[in-house]
């Protein structure tokens, strides 16, 4: 009991931490729309805010884990926090200067400062008790994520979507400027509170639990790549994170298209955002006492692949709805990967969880590619069919991939 008690708190941090990154990470698909309209933009070239945002994880994972190494957990989060503050402070100036190239520097900047905060927070929370209920602990923090992308949504959707436009581009990116000084200003603040908090206890990744069957063939192992779960759940997480931006991202574009009006269709991407919260609670309070992440994954990716089928099948609203379905068949994807995926790695789990932040490159190249698609077909519900294959890897994973303990 006093060693559940002792989680509490850093756990109540981490919950505040994995908020502010969902606040951050989901206000993209509104600024998605925001942007195509301020600038005139194509398909393509608006979503070069998820490029931006998520190919930041690619470069930076391992220097993140580089980081992580010399500063600790701890420390580690408090100055990622830092660099976010810098990326969102970036839009001040980007809106003065009417600069969209400037706006893609600022969420790159940020997707830095996240690429250190997921590098420590994940495994973090996955450490921090036993693994058979890391899933579930991650459930957790996926609803304090996905709570504040609707409230982000919410807010900025508001504030930039709702009411008429005004002509000058200038007038229309000030809208900006205040809400951006105000996430500014609560990033430093969380810095300086992280740092020098003392309910968050330094974990080490010696504390990681290495299956007692599977602990010689651990230490014998001297590469990273040697562990097969680990390198199909990097793939795995790739696929993952692509669907995920994917549904949350560009359901309010696809509203548009379908002929919504832009203020219904700005919230829509709140439609999926519940979704995936009510999959969060489902998966929190059934993992692991009912059922095992292992089945809720592979239950999860035959969920997408069919309701994916029927956005493509249906048309106006009900496949909008399939879209926004998709957050609750993701919702326990993520939690569900990152322990199968970390099992048995011991002293390698830092560097294993920076190749895992590495695959949510998939929010940066994925939707790009539908962009790409939707523009060259002129169907951005055809262009939906880049899930299925992502779906159908996901499910192999679930299936088989997780179990492979060599090549």
């Known amino acids: 009991m006093n060693k559940k008690n002792s989680y509490l708190a850093p756990l109540l941090i981490i919950g505040i931490i994995f908020f502010i990154m969902g606040f951050v990470t989901w206000v993209n698909g509104t600024l998605i729309s925001f942007f195509k309209k301020a600038f005139s933009l194509d398909n393509t070239s608006s979503y070069l805010v998820t490029f931006a945002f998520f190919i930041s994880y690619t470069l930076m994972a391992i220097p993140s884990s580089s980081v992580l190494k010399k500063t600790g957990f701890k420390n580690g989060m408090s100055l990622a926090l830092l660099v976010m503050a810098a990326g969102t402070l970036i839009f001040i100036p980007a809106a003065e200067m009417a600069s969209y190239p400037l706006f893609l520097v600022g969420l790159f900047t940020i997707g830095i400062g996240l690429t250190v905060l997921q590098t420590a927070s994940n495994p973090y929370a996955t450490l921090l008790g036993p693994r058979e209920s890391a899933a579930q602990r991650i459930s957790f923090m996926g609803i304090a994520n996905k709570t504040a992308g609707v409230i982000s949504q919410l807010i900025f959707g508001k504030i930039l979507l709702a009411g008429a436009s005004s002509a000058d581009p200038t007038d229309e990116l000030d809208k900006v400027v205040f809400p951006y000084i105000i996430l500014t200003a609560v990033l430093v603040a969380m810095a300086i509170l992280i740092r020098f908090s003392k309910g968050l206890v330094e974990v080490s990744e010696e504390e990681d639990e290495i299956p007692s069957d599977a602990t010689l063939v651990t230490v014998t192992k001297t590469s990273i790549f040697q562990f097969p779960n680990l390198v199909l759940g990097v793939i795995a997480l790739f696929c993952y994170v692509g669907v995920e931006v994917i549904a949350g991202d560009t359901i309010i574009n696809y509203g548009v298209s379908l002929g919504f009006p832009e203020e219904e269709a700005r919230l829509f991407g709140t439609y999926t955002l519940y979704g995936m919260m009510f999959g969060y609670v489902l998966g929190a309070t059934l993992i692991p006492k009912y059922v095992s992440q292992q089945a809720y994954l592979k239950f999860c990716a035959v969920l997408g692949l069919v309701v994916t089928l029927v956005a493509l099948f249906t048309s106006g609203f009900t496949s909008v709805v399939c879209i926004a379905v998709l957050g609750f068949a993701n919702a326990v994807i993520w939690p569900a990967l990152w322990p199968l995926a970390l099992s048995g790695l011991g002293k390698f789990t830092k560097v294993g969880s920076a190749l ?38 996901i499910l192999y994973f679930g299936l088989i991939g997780h179990k492979k303990k060599s090549w």
């Open 356 to 393: 895992l932040v590495m695959g949510i490159s998939g929010g940066a190249i994925v939707p790009l590619l539908y962009g790409g698609i939707a523009d060259s077909i002129g169907s951005e519900q055809k262009a939906y069919w880049i899930m299925i294959p992502l779906y159908i890897f």
